[in-house]
């Protein structure tokens, strides 16, 4: 990637001063030598002394290329299939307005100027990874249609409006997603007439005379229009209507009853949190997840009523940002904060992430490589791990004691057990796909910004709807940060056979547990090996190439980050029996705390050498690649566990501070909706970023609270109300209720 770079910094710099100076001229040229004057006639040019590369010319646009192309042979200039399968056609509106705009910009003309202005220059930084040229889209898509435009042979007006087209300039081999980095974008501004693919084969042609391996890969062009409703985006609003509609009957008939009736019970919370991961029973009455809404006795409520007020937003809002927990489930309180700072720390690494997308300063990430205290965010990627982890503690635990308390796993409703699961992910999974791929393209504008739906969306998105889209077309993801809903869909699918096992035969269940993780190690092992894939993120700053194998392989595959949930599973197990009692010694439980501490540590900044230019080799690196997640696991599990029997101290006293309830609560919806804010943020830039430091703190605290006041507002108008549809519906109180 980096010599990419400089071979398209080397080259667009030196013929730079050529384009600067005569691209207008021989831009103009060349549109008049294809049979266009500045009134759209055809003519035919037979000089041959213009330029030096000029042939006879026919008014044929196709017949011009193929003499121009031959020319160039003949000087050496392009390979005999240097450019082969790249568009050099024009549309005769944009080539006659292109010639306008050109002798307007001669003559002074204001509104040529501005076009000519908005267009993205040379700037400064290029050592720095400055290839981010896209100009002015404001002022570009600000040329009115009401700008005349007079003819040199005539005063007739003809209206030109600006149209912003970003490109995307690299090498013959930038064909790949990881080759992108190297390439220039460039923004220039081009008449209305001329599309995406006039825009391309302009900048090829301004290249082709200077070289055969840099050309326009990519072109999007843009103007100030408003984009129309499509189908999905009508159908979509109804839905938010109906939502909306709900909403304020509810809450105007829960306000009314609670004034006429009596006062409203908000039941305390019956375990950590409701995040995305938070698998719980409830098997009493004293304990609800979502905390139902009383009003004297609803059992004697109509349904309507009971529909109704499960959408009330008064009620909603107290129960989501209750401090509250019960009695029955404080060992594990804890968890509210390892949930929301694990949270916190996948928004920290996205944020940088994603602002890689529009940098004026990219090379910069190598010095933050460098750094010692960036390893942190750099292996961001293990509080995934951490999820699975708390996934696989709440389901293990919780089902054990429903089986004990049921006499066994054939008294357990199965199938309202996989129904709840589906229930509590999908419907708002759904829906921020939905908006995401309907509705997101009207929320913004900007060089950056898709004025399109997501195809893959599209396409794909039942895959997403199964949670088979981390292995079913993975290539093509809707929402790509959903690889980690299928895979712990999938886990959970798998869940009740080692937790019935261990229940009903420990020996067994702990033996089959490891035959698992074991495979999943071997798994690991091999394909990383063969393939040549780095251990994790730091390594892969070697090779950058290798990137959406890795991803692909081993990254998103449920039998290659299944050993996280295994963990889980045993701390659960763990946790039931000892029925979150568990006395140690002090020393054992010091030391439990160094060995955590350095397995911990260890994943963190194990790696710092390799992303500083050392390499592992291949032995190790793949045995720290199937390692290193549940080494991380396995420090975190004992976190749980010291802090679940008494033995978590000040750390305890941290995790289960009440501000983390209502955080931890938010945590599934802020996983979904955060993406979409930094999406929106950075796609809607009209300017690069700079990256700096405290730019990136700025940028982190910013998203992590509009994310948290997303998440919040998406809990309200649909989470919570569709939790409560179920209670209110289907849940038997003495039925296994296990929350996600």
């Not at 080259?11 to 294809?34: A, C, E, I, K, P």
């Not at 005349?148 to 690299?170: A, E, K, P, T, W």
């Amino acid at each position: 990637m980096k010599s990419n770079l400089i071979f398209v910094v080397f080259v667009v710099v030196v013929v730079g001063d050529y384009l600067v100076s005569s691209s207008s001229n021989y831009l103009l040229d060349s549109l008049r030598l294809m049979g266009i004057d500045d009134e759209g006639t055809d003519r035919r040019v037979l000089s041959m002394n213009e330029i030096s590369l000029r042939q006879s010319w026919n008014s044929s646009w196709p017949l011009m290329l193929k003499l121009h192309m031959d020319a160039l042979r003949a000087s050496g200039g392009v390979g005999a299939d240097g450019l082969s399968g790249h568009s050099f056609n024009m549309s005769s509106e944009c080539r006659v307005d292109l010639i306008r705009l050109i002798e307007a910009t001669f003559r002074g003309e204001t509104w040529a100027i501005q076009m000519v202005d908005a267009s993205g220059k040379f700037p400064s930084g290029l050592l720095l990874g400055n290839l981010q040229w896209i100009g002015s889209y404001t002022e570009c898509v600000d040329v009115s249609s009401n700008r005349s435009y007079h003819s040199s042979s005539s005063n007739v007006s003809s209206s030109i409006d600006g149209n912003y087209c970003l490109m995307s300039i690299g090498a013959e081999s930038a064909t790949t997603p990881e080759s992108r980095g190297s390439e220039l974008h460039l923004g220039i501004c081009l008449p209305r007439t001329c599309s995406s693919a006039d825009a391309k084969s302009l900048v090829n042609i301004l290249l082709i005379g200077f070289t055969s391996t840099i050309y326009a890969t990519e072109a999007g062009c843009t103007d100030n229009s408003t984009i129309p409703l499509d189908a999905g985006a009508c159908v979509f609003i109804a839905i938010l209507c109906i939502f909306g509609i709900l909403l304020l009957l509810g809450t105007c008939l829960d306000a009314v009853n609670s004034q006429r009736i009596g006062k409203v019970v908000n039941r305390p919370t019956d375990d950590p949190s409701d995040g995305e991961d938070d698998d719980r029973l409830i098997d009493n009455d004293a304990a609800n997840d979502h905390s139902e809404v009383i009003v004297q006795d609803p059992e004697t409520r109509g349904r309507l009523y009971r529909f109704l007020v499960a959408f009330s937003v008064v009620s909603n809002a107290k129960k989501i940002l209750s401090t509250e927990v019960s009695v029955v489930n404080r060992p594990l309180q804890a968890l509210h904060g390892i949930r929301f700072l694990s949270m916190t720390w996948v928004i920290l690494g996205h944020t940088y992430v994603f602002s890689l997308a529009d940098t004026s300063n990219a090379l910069v990430f190598l010095d933050y490589l460098k750094r010692f205290t960036f390893q942190a965010v750099l292996n961001a990627s293990v509080s995934v791990d951490t999820f699975f982890l708390l996934s696989g503690t709440l389901v293990s635990y919780f089902l054990l004691k429903e089986m004990r308390d049921s006499e066994g796993p054939r008294n357990i409703r199965w199938l309202k057990f996989f129904f709840h699961r589906f229930w509590r992910l999908t419907p708002l999974y759904m829906i921020i796909l939905a908006f995401y791929t309907t509705l997101l393209k009207y929320f913004g504008s900007g060089p950056y910004w898709p004025r399109t739906s997501d195809a893959n969306c599209q396409a794909n998105w039942w895959t997403n709807l199964l949670y088979v889209n981390n292995i079913v077309r993975s290539d093509d993801q809707c929402i790509t940060w959903s690889w980690y809903l299928a895979n712990d869909m999938q886990f959970f699918l798998l869940s009740p056979l080692f937790i019935i096992l261990l229940y009903k035969w420990a020996l067994v269940g702990f033996i089959v547990v490891s035959i698992f993780m074991l495979t999943s190690f071997i798994t690991i092992g091999i394909i990383t090996s063969v393939n040549n894939l780095p251990a994790s993120i730091p390594g892969m700053m070697q090779n950058i190439t290798l990137e959406t194998q890795w991803f692909h392989d081993v990254y998103i595959t449920p039998w290659c980050r299944i050993n996280s949930y295994l963990v889980g599973i045993i701390l659960g197990y763990v946790l039931y029996k000892t029925n979150c009692r568990l006395r140690l010694p002090l020393g054992v439980v010091v030391l439990c705390w160094v060995l955590a501490s350095v397995c911990n540590l260890s994943v963190l900044y194990g790696l710092w050498n390799v992303a500083n230019g050392s390499y592992l080799s291949s032995s190790v690196n793949a045995l720290y690649s199937c390692l290193h997640r549940t080494a991380w696991c396995v420090g975190v599990a004992w976190v749980i566990l010291a802090c679940a029997t008494g033995n978590g101290g000040f750390v305890n006293d941290l995790l289960s501070m009440p501000i983390m309830f209502p955080l931890s609560r938010l945590t599934y919806a802020a996983y979904l909706v955060h993406p979409v804010v930094l999406l929106w943020y950075f796609l809607n830039r009209k300017v690069p970023l700079y990256v700096d430091d405290i730019t990136m703190i700025y940028l982190f605290v910013a998203n992590l609270a509009f994310s948290y006041v997303s998440a919040f507002v998406v809990s309200i108008v649909c989470e919570a109300p569709l939790i409560n549809l179920e209670k209110a519906f289907i849940r038997d109180r003495k039925s296994l209720e296990i929350r996600a």
